[in-house]
């Protein structure tokens, strides 16, 4: 049979647990006060912080400095147009931290997105972007397929001095670019090596002069290429 003084001793821990539990929840509720603040750092180069503040707001609203789930916030503020990383921390006593790093536009996408290095489209909203941007458009999925040949066409193009201006993946897998904005090149489906050799070849030894007249460049032929010039039918270009 216990004695009076364990007795005492087991009702003296019980009552100190009772205590420092309810001492916790005091402090947890002292601490866990509502959001007052949030700051936002980063490079941004397209958005503004105010516009980011203003997206940012909803998904902070009636919640509380310590019972915020941080990893879904992250999610959730990912998800906003131009954002392509976030980072959020807590800092005392009743702010958070959004640390933002903003998409880079490398190119349009299928006339109303855009398009990020890694070939993964998203929203424009009412962000000004830089004007000289080539246009791109494919089917969904295959950004990174058409930022690959571009590049292949811009390094392949460099001694020519021009410019691709306009990239497109047809839905059964054509291809076609502009050039300068002025003239069409239908590059077809496969043998891209060979038919733009020689299309380079033409260019440089018989077309070069005549840019202005070309309506378009047609590559897909087994011997040379065709031309179609502006008030004229199609005219074969023989290779030599």
Excluded: C
Excluded at 4 to 14: F, H, I, N, P, Q
Excluded at 56 to 65: D, T
Excluded at 168 to 181: P, S, T
Excluded at 208 to 219: E, T
Aim: proline share 5%; net charge neutral.
């Amino acid at each position: 049979m216990a004695s009076a003084g364990s007795r005492g001793k087991t009702l003296g821990l019980l009552l100190l647990i009772v205590l420092l539990g309810a001492g916790g929840r005091a402090l947890w509720l002292w601490l866990d006060r509502p959001i007052e603040r949030v700051s936002i750092s980063g490079d941004l180069s397209y958005v503004s912080a105010n516009y980011l503040r203003e997206q940012l707001a909803p998904l902070v609203q009636g919640q509380s400095w310590l019972s915020v789930n941080l990893a879904e916030l992250r999610r959730r503020a990912r998800e906003i147009d131009w954002l392509s990383e976030v980072r959020v921390s807590r800092h005392w006593p009743d702010a958070l931290m959004f640390e933002l790093y903003e998409q880079e536009p490398v190119a349009r996408w299928n006339d109303e997105l855009l398009i990020n290095s890694r070939g993964v489209p998203f929203q424009r909203g009412d962000v000004t972007v830089p004007d000289d941007l080539p246009d791109l458009a494919g089917p969904i999925g295959s950004g990174a397929e058409v930022l690959a040949l571009l590049d292949q066409l811009k390094r392949r193009f460099a001694p020519l001095k021009f410019e691709v201006t306009q990239l497109r993946l047809e839905d059964r897998g054509a291809w076609r670019f502009q050039v300068d904005d002025n003239i069409w090149v239908m590059l077809g489906r496969n043998q891209h090596d060979s038919r733009l050799a020689r299309f380079m070849a033409a260019w440089k030894r018989q077309l070069v002069s005549k840019a202005s007249q070309i309506r378009y460049i047609d590559l897909r032929y087994p011997n040379g290429i065709v031309v179609a010039w502006h008030g004229e039918t199609e005219v074969e270009v023989p290779q030599r």
